[in-house]
């Protein structure tokens, strides 16, 4: 049976959670187009994230093992990869769209003499084959694109493209493959960190966001108030950041996050497709806007039409009576 092969990515076998949501990609595809699929957890040792991995529906999870492997480099990872995939012969090679797979994926891919059809959103099964959809422009335009020639095909999806608690359950089998890894042309310094840890808001499960109705950087302990209650995170569309009222790291949309939590709370957002982008799969949206017409309505679940100055304390004092 034709397999697809997803990329598990982690760092001392911690996972990255990302992954988790191209298992449901890929086993969504796989169900559509008839193949099995099986998770590849590249590693220096028998990592226990493969154990992990093993409890969800896949044929098998391969840890392709080298004492090289022990940290991230491009130039191991693409020797493992290739002889996994030389060994595998899979229809499809599945990845989140992360920096680390945006390095080497596509180095894979030139050694099979293949493209890498990068950042897609989601995907058609058409005639046995797959059409994928990506955003260019900023997401002002979608693009379908098809993959001619023979396969493997590379595919990388857009993070919150999928939902990771989504990936279906099972009990997969773990494999080893001693893989060998040439030449290592670069030592790996200690990964870079701010005086201040940046939020990583792709782990959050609730965000409150709030945008240029918030009118000044004064009125921002409004909004961390819902926060608080909520035990959310905040986070702001660009004019926010560009004001400096909150760090760049907060910023939703195309030049910032792509988030997809169970809750988003878009305070003072109109709706503008660069922050849409970065937050239209969430789970749950919420909007509070005066403008009835904004564009943040048309993906919102619920909605308040009025001043989030009136709106937001009113459900600050209903979350903290529901939790009394």
């Keep these: 049976m034709s397999q697809i092969l997803v990329f598990i990515e982690h760092k001392d076998c911690v996972l990255n959670k990302t992954s988790l949501e191209a298992i449901t990609a890929a086993q969504a595809i796989g169900k559509d187009l008839g193949l099995s699929v099986s998770a590849v957890l590249p590693c220096d040792k028998d990592c ?3 154990q992990e991995i093993a409890g969800y529906a896949l044929d098998k999870v391969i840890v ?11 130039d191991a990872y693409a020797d493992a990869w290739e002889q996994v995939i030389k060994a595998i012969n899979p229809q499809y090679v599945i990845m989140s769209h992360t920096y680390q797979v945006r390095d080497f994926a596509p180095k894979v891919a030139t050694r099979f003499g293949r493209e890498m059809v990068g950042d897609c959103i989601r995907y058609v099964a058409e005639g046995g084959k797959l059409k994928l959809t990506r955003r260019i422009f900023l997401g002002k335009l979608d693009a379908d694109v ?5 396969a ?7 993070s919150g493209s999928f939902r990771g608690d989504a990936a279906e359950k099972g009990n997969a089998s773990v494999e080893t493959i ?9 030592t790996p310094e200690a990964p870079f960190q701010e005086a201040k840890a940046s939020v990583d808001l792709t782990k959050s499960e609730v965000i409150v966001a709030i945008g240029r109705g918030i009118k ?3 009125n921002i302990a409004v909004a961390q108030q819902l926060a608080d209650v909520l035990g959310a995170d905040l986070a702001a569309s660009r004019p926010i950041c560009d004001s400096e009222w909150l760090p760049i790291d907060r910023q939703i949309g195309s030049s910032g996050q792509t988030v997809a939590p169970k809750v988003y709370i878009a305070l003072g957002i109109s709706g503008a497709i660069q922050h849409i982008v970065g937050m239209k799969n969430s789970t749950t949206i919420v909007a509070v806007n005066k403008d009835a017409e904004a564009p943040i309505f048309d993906i919102a679940d619920y909605g308040i039409v009025g001043d989030l100055f009136e709106a937001v304390p009113v459900m600050v004092e209903e979350i903290k009576k529901a939790k009394a």
């Excluded at 001693?178 to 670069?186: A, L, S, T």
């Design 152 to 158: 493997p095909y590379f595919v990388t999806f857009q």
């Design 178 to 186: 001693e893989v060998n890894v040439g030449n290592v042309r670069m």
């Design 146 to 150: 098809t993959i001619g020639g023979d």
């Design 48 to 50: 226990s994230l493969a």
């Design 216 to 218: 000044s950087q004064e």
């Design 64 to 74: 392709a093992k080298n004492d090289k492997l022990s940290i991230y480099t491009p």
